[in-house]
């Protein structure tokens, strides 16, 4: 990959189109290397260990992910149902639902409260992410909004003998638009509050994301979840560390079947995400056991960084 960094910044992106490489990993690198937008977004540690599904599930059921370290419990919420009985909504998926949830973290960080304005603010956040809301990215979009502000989230943390377990939602509180009355630049929910559990956590524990790499990802949960994954791992190793497609299936791919189809799928998406970290090192082992991730930087420098305090 560092290959394919060094030609699209020496000889452009033709050049690099003649590599034997995927075009959609060389297209990815080439809108991540000529994005001029500089940006850093935020993404509680938790989240880079264990994600949302990325299909539909039926409403009714919760998710269930495990990592080494994390496993992610996520109950579906409930709504008011038009007989008298609430219905469940359904808990959130696929990329979109991973967008709003990096502005909403992102917005929180920057501002330094659980109280984030949505509306415009996400509708031109979205815009930015190359996700113009409008026709059925703005339903969908609505969707995954209730979908998160209704859901409950148990995150069970190991060290060592110990086991963390916290409960929490993801909001304490929104202010939805009513859809009817709705401007043209509103997106259903209006204000959204971080629950206070979620907020802390997010505080205490951000990982720092280049939204260039966000932004070249944006239709792609997987590559989504990796490269997130990726930004919380490599800077904190201290040797290469090898990782089976087991271990690897377990907490990116519950919803294969196969191994090898696992495998077909996670490939290509780990490409994508190191197409837009050009610090990162990830080979496959020689025995085809797993991935070997060598220790690096951040996707985002310490010095780029500033939080309010």
């Known amino acids: 990959m560092q290959t394919l960094h060094k030609i699209l910044q020496d000889s ?22 000529s994005d001029e937008q500089n940006g850093i977004g935020f993404l509680y540690s938790g989240w880079c260990q264990a994600a949302l599904p990325h299909r539909r599930l039926a409403d ?14 996520i109950e579906p919420g409930m709504r008011r149902g038009s007989t008298g009985e609430p219905v469940p909504v359904g808990v959130p998926y696929g990329s979109r639902a991973r967008l709003i949830l990096i502005y909403l973290q992102s917005e929180a960080i920057r501002t330094n409260s659980r109280d984030i304005e949505l509306g415009k603010s996400l509708r031109s956040w979205m815009g930015k992410m190359n ?11 609505r969707d995954q909004m209730e979908r998160i502000s209704r859901s409950r989230l148990s995150f069970e943390v ?13 909001m304490d509180s929104a202010v ?14 209006h204000m959204a509050r ?6 802390d956590g997010l505080r205490r524990h951000p990982v720092p994301l280049d939204e260039a790499a966000i932004r070249a990802l944006s239709n792609n949960s997987m590559a989504l979840d990796i490269y997130s994954w990726l930004a919380y791992r490599l800077h ?41 970290y050009p610090a990162a090192k990830v080979v496959e082992q020689d025995d085809g056991k797993g991935i070997v991730l060598y220790p690096g930087h951040p996707p985002v420098g310490k010095r780029t960084i500033s939080l309010k305090s």
């Open 12 to 33: 452009g992106r033709q050049a690099a189109l003649q590599l034997d490489v995927d075009r959609e990993v060389v297209e990815a690198a080439a809108a991540y290397m």
């Open 60 to 73: 009714h059921k919760g998710w269930q992910l495990e990592s080494d370290q994390v496993c992610l419990i």
């Open 131 to 141: 996700i113009p809301i409008g026709g059925k990215n703005l339903q969908i979009v």
């Open 158 to 170: 190991k060290r060592g003998n110990t086991l963390g377990l916290t409960n929490q939602n993801i």
């Open 176 to 189: 939805f638009m009513d859809p009817s009355t709705e401007g043209e630049g509103e997106t259903y929910m």
């Open 194 to 199: 971080l629950s206070e559990g979620f907020f």
């Open 236 to 276: 904190s190793l201290n040797k290469p560390t090898s990782i089976t497609w087991h271990g690897l299936k377990a907490q990116f791919g519950l919803n294969f079947g196969q191994l090898k189809n696992f495998k077909a799928r996670f490939l290509p998406n780990l490409h994508l995400a190191l197409a837009v």
